[in-house]
Every structure is written in structure tokens, then in C-alpha cells.
């Protein structure tokens, strides 16, 4: 039998102008990188975008929120979108990253439709006040406990290439393990001159390496492959054999992905399927 391949995409339905310092983010106001800035997206328009994800074979869609977390205003605002998205999708496999938040706020986001959370540890607890020093590691460990807590599927990992040493590499991925997510983000960092972090580009060989550890720690969750996707890897390179089971399709955050078609016509090449269905 064929591999299925999850397709999940995102919709940033609230940009940049973040008061939080992650160095590898292009959001915080602290770099002030050349990127969109916009308070609210529309609901129409987010809806158009997860239609149009669903016809693009994306059976997640994700939706993002900049800044360290929720309010009541952005919660209501976040339940309005998902609720709007259910009642035309209902089929599709709902999950909000909107950074730390309690299990109030995330039961809110489940009775609204939201299916799972997003909240990545990024890196391990030691590197991490080397990458932000607004909030702690901590805050962001107990959201994801949160989230299992609330009774949402948890989808948490992190980023490489920022720095961080092998011996930071195996802490964060156990920690990761700890949590035990049905779904773990794989991001590469993705080089931007207005960010403070200038590290080395990490090789293909090296994303491998790292793929296939996760894979060896974490066999039964998810393994999505996000941002960075397209500068790490070439578009012949089996990504899925080394242990990915899941991509991120149409554009990120704040930088242009590949077409949906191509990673289609990627993933048959490489002689996997596409998945029908999300068993979170
Ligand atoms: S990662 Fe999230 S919290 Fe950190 S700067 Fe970016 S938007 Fe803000």
C-alpha cells in the first residue's frame, strides 16, 4: 500500500506588529522586516482560503494569529472564522495557533470547531533564551499541555537551523516526545537580513539526519514539513522515505511556497498518495 500524504495549509489571518523578540521571526516588531501588517483578515476572504485549500487536496487548515497570545477579542474573533469555515467544510480538519493560551480559551476554540492546536516548543528549553527573551520556554510547554487537556489534537515542534547545537537538537526532540503530539511541525529556518539570527544554512543531508531521528523518536506522530521546505530541500529528494508524512502547502506565514499542483505532482512522482482523510 501507498503512503498517504496529509496536506495541511495556513492562512496568517493576523499579521505581524508582534511585541515578542523570536529571533527567527519576521513578525516581531523588534526586527522590522518587510512583511505584510494587517490587525483582522476578513472572514470572507479566510473562508475563500480554505475553500480554495480544500480544492487544493488540503484536508488541514490552519489558522494563525500573530502575537504572544489570546485575548477575548482576538478568541471571539478566531471562533467566528472557525465557525464560518465548519458550516460550508465540514469535512475539513480545523487547527488554530494563536501562542500561549489557557484551557478555558482552547475549550472555547474546540466548541467553536477548532479540532487541534498548534503551539511549537521551537527549540529545546536550554537554546531558547538565546531566541527570545520575552517569554519563557515554560509558558509555551504548559500551552501544549493545555491543549491536550482542553481535548484538541496537539501539534507541536519546532525549527532548525537557528544555531543550536546537537546536544540541543536531542533535548528539544525529547521533548517533543514528552508530549506525545499527533502532529509535529518541522521548520528550517528561512534567512532574512532584517532578523537577528545570521546562522549557516543548514545542507539537505543535515535536514535529513534530522528527519530520520525525529522519525526514530516519535514513530506515531505526524511528522509535517513547513517552513523552509523549499530552501532545504530539492524537489527530488524523498523527504517522505526519511520519515515526513505530511507538508505544508501554498504559502507560509510571511514568505511565498510552492504551487499546490507542483507538490502534488511531487509527491506522485516520488510515488506516494495524497490523503483523504485526517484520523486525528
Ligand atoms: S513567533 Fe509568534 S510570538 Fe514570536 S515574534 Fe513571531 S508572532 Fe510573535
Not at 11 to 24: L, M, R, V
Not at 64 to 93: M, P
Not at 111 to 119: E, L, P, R, S, V
Request: with cysteine; charged share 20%; net charge negative.
Amino acid at each position: 500500500m501507498k503512503k498517504s500524504i496529509f496536506l495541511c495549509a495556513i492562512s496568517n489571518i493576523s499579521s505581524g506588529s508582534c511585541a515578542e523578540d523570536c529571533g527567527f521571526c519576521t513578525q516581531s516588531a523588534h526586527h522590522r522586516a518587510d512583511i505584510a501588517h494587517y490587525k483582522y483578515k476578513s472572514i470572507e476572504q479566510i473562508v475563500f482560503e480554505a475553500k480554495n485549500a480544500a480544492k487544493n487536496g488540503a484536508i488541514g487548515f490552519c489558522l494563525v494569529t500573530s502575537g504572544l497570545g489570546l485575548d477575548d477579542k482576538k478568541l471571539a474573533y478566531v471562533c467566528e472564522a472557525a465557525r464560518a469555515i465548519k458550516a460550508e467544510l465540514q469535512d475539513i480538519h480545523l487547527i488554530a495557533c494563536n501562542g500561549i493560551a489557557s484551557v478555558d480559551q482552547l475549550k472555547t476554540l474546540k466548541g467553536a470547531g477548532i479540532d487541534a492546536y498548534n503551539h511549537n516548543l521551537e527549540t529545546s528549553q536550554a537554546f531558547y533564551e538565546r531566541i527570545c527573551t520575552t517569554h519563557s520556554w515554560e509558558a509555551r510547554y504548559q500551552t501544549c499541555l493545555n491543549a491536550k487537556e482542553a481535548g484538541l489534537a496537539l501539534c507541536s515542534g519546532g525549527i532548525f537551523g537557528l544555531g543550536e547545537s546537537e546536544e540541543d537538537r536531542q533535548a528539544f526532540i525529547q521533548s517533543v516526545q514528552s508530549l506525545n503530539p499527533f502532529t509535529m511541525p518541522i521548520n528550517f529556518f528561512i534567512h532574512n537580513a532584517a532578523l537577528p539570527l545570521q546562522t549557516a544554512h543548514l545542507s539537505e543531508e543535515e535536514a535529513l539526519t534530522i528527519l530520520r531521528q525525529i522519525r526514530q523518536a516519535l514513530p506515531q506522530t505526524r511528522l509535517m514539513i513547513a517552513g523552509g521546505r523549499e530552501t532545504t530541500f530539492s524537489p527530488e529528494c524523498d523527504i517522505f522515505e526519511a520519515g515526513a508524512d505530511a507538508i505544508v502547502i501554498g504559502d507560509y506565514l510571511t514568505t511565498k511556497g510552492e504551487l499546490p499542483e507542483r507538490d502534488r505532482a511531487m509527491i506522485e512522482r516520488l510515488g506516494y498518495e495524497i490523503a483523504r482523510t485526517c484520523h486525528a
